[in-house]
């Protein structure tokens, strides 16, 4: 029902992720995609309802990605040569959470018994 390269397409431009991360993007996207999917009701979607529904699918897979990479050391180099810590998600994981809890609750109403329970890491 959802079309997997619209959501892939929003969760590159809300994630900010780079293209060369494309496998490992891609089954995290298709997680949210499915588990999206599986909480509708079908009955009640409509076709006007698809957009909110993938727009929900990729604030999932955005939530997932900063949850994972905030897990990740972000280890670089300064050009003086020196360690340093970069690309830290930590500070994204609340506003990542509020986007997802925004997106869901826009289609919650597509959902058996009207809800999502929303799930952290």
Same mark, same amino acid.
């Given at each position: 029902m959802?079309? #997997? @390269?619209?959501?892939? +397409?929003? #969760? %590159?431009? +809300?994630?900010? &992720?780079?293209? *060369?991360?494309?496998?490992?993007?891609e089954k995290l996207v298709?997680?949210?995609?499915?588990?999206? $999917? %599986?909480? +509708? *009701? =079908?009955?009640r979607v409509s076709w @006007? @309802?698809?957009?909110? &529904? $993938?727009y929900?699918?990729? &604030?999932?897979? =955005? %939530? @997932? %990605?900063v949850c994972r990479e905030a897990c990740r050391e972000q280890n670089a180099v300064t050009i003086a040569g020196s360690a340093?810590?970069?690309?830290? #998600?930590?500070?994204?994981? *609340?506003?990542a959470a509020e986007l997802k809890k925004q997106a869901m609750a826009r289609i919650e109403w597509l959902m058996p018994g009207g809800g999502f329970m929303f799930e952290t890491m």
């Open positions: 959802l079309d #997997f @390269d619209k959501v892939l +397409l929003s #969760f %590159y431009q +809300l994630s900010g &992720c780079r293209n *060369d991360k494309t496998a490992e993007v298709a997680e949210a995609l499915k588990a999206v $999917e %599986y909480s +509708l *009701d =079908v009955d @006007d @309802d698809v957009p909110a &529904c $993938e929900a699918a990729a &604030c999932m897979a =955005v %939530y @997932d %990605y340093d810590i970069n690309g830290d #998600f930590s500070h994204r994981i *609340d506003a």
